[in-house]
């Protein structure tokens, strides 16, 4: 699912350098490429900040696949060696540290999956995100999304209640782990994780709507119409 990541586009760049470096009207293009390389990696060590650099090692990768035919004619035993050893090294410290640092693509897989409705085929990404990142409390979050929506209310609970231990502050885990615990009949609970939402953030109207459609589950018609009319002015405000 993650081909084209940076793990992969840069062993083939790094190579293309490499085998560019022969060709005297690419040194200069290779220079750049480094300079810039080195100075990404010295200062910035987040991923995202490595994107100006991938059109460069796009640019390279298509060079070395391009010219891995006349490679292969050409070169002899020893230098298909150290180009295969070398490529086996980059591909794996690329990869190494994709896996252990970036869990953002199967997050991001997982969020696409669950906005198009197959939340099935979310659960997988989300739980590689979390096994890449076990803090990860986002990935809990859409962990409980997808259950919740699948009506496999036990699991939902289980991984917002992960998703709120991991980052108590935010509103919206709280609001989730209490439509989860109003799915279950946790009446006492769900009332509970909706006021700290709102405690939390008080613009935020969707707990108000929740503590509305529970109230009249109870038959407290008199707080359930107070509920929906909060939420009502937050709306309107927006």
Same mark, same amino acid.
Request: hydrophobic share 45%; charged share 25%; glycine share 8%.
């Given at each position: 699912?993650?081909?084209? @990541? ?10 293309? +350098? /490499? ?7 690419? =040194? ?9 390389? /080195? ?10 900040? =490595? ?9 390279? !990768? ?14 002899? /035993?020893?230098?298909? !060696?150290? $180009? ?12 190494? *540290?994709?896996?252990?640092? @970036? ?8 969020? !696409? ?19 890449? %990142?076990?803090? %990860?409390?986002? !990935? ?9 929506? +699948?009506?496999?209310? *036990? &699991? ?13 502050? #935010?509103? @919206? ?25 709102? &405690?939390?953030?008080? *613009? ?10 529970? $109230?009249?589950?109870?038959?407290? &018609?008199? #707080?359930?119409?107070? +509920? ?7 709306? @309107?405000?927006?």
């Amino acid at each position: 699912c993650y081909l084209f @990541h940076f793990g992969w586009i840069a062993p083939l760049g790094l190579l293309g +350098m /490499v085998m560019g470096w022969g060709e005297r009207r690419l =040194r200069l293009l290779v220079l750049l490429a480094l300079s810039y390389g /080195v100075s990404i990696v010295t200062f910035f060590v987040i991923s995202r900040y =490595r994107l100006p650099l991938v059109p460069l090692l796009i640019l390279f !990768a298509a060079y070395f696949l391009a010219s891995i035919r006349r490679f292969l004619r050409k070169a002899g /035993v020893r230098k298909k !060696a150290i $180009y295969s050893l070398l490529l086996i090294g980059l591909f794996w410290i690329s990869n190494r *540290d994709a896996r252990l640092s @970036h869990p953002n693509a199967p997050y991001n897989w997982g969020s !696409a999956y669950l906005r198009a409705g197959n939340f099935l085929e979310a659960i997988p990404h989300f739980k590689e995100a979390i096994r890449l %990142y076990a803090g %990860y409390a986002k !990935a809990y979050n859409g962990l409980g999304n997808s259950y919740l929506r +699948m009506g496999r209310v *036990d &699991e939902s609970i289980v991984a917002y209640e992960k998703a709120v231990s991991l980052e108590p502050e #935010k509103a @919206h885990f709280r609001n989730n782990l209490g439509s989860a615990y109003f799915e279950k009949g946790r009446w006492e609970e769900a009332i509970r994780e909706y006021q700290r939402a709102l &405690e939390l953030n008080p *613009d935020y109207d969707k707990p108000y709507y929740n503590l509305g459609n529970l $109230y009249r589950r109870l038959g407290k &018609e008199g #707080k359930a119409r107070e +509920m929906f009319r909060k939420a009502a002015e937050l709306n @309107h405000l927006e």
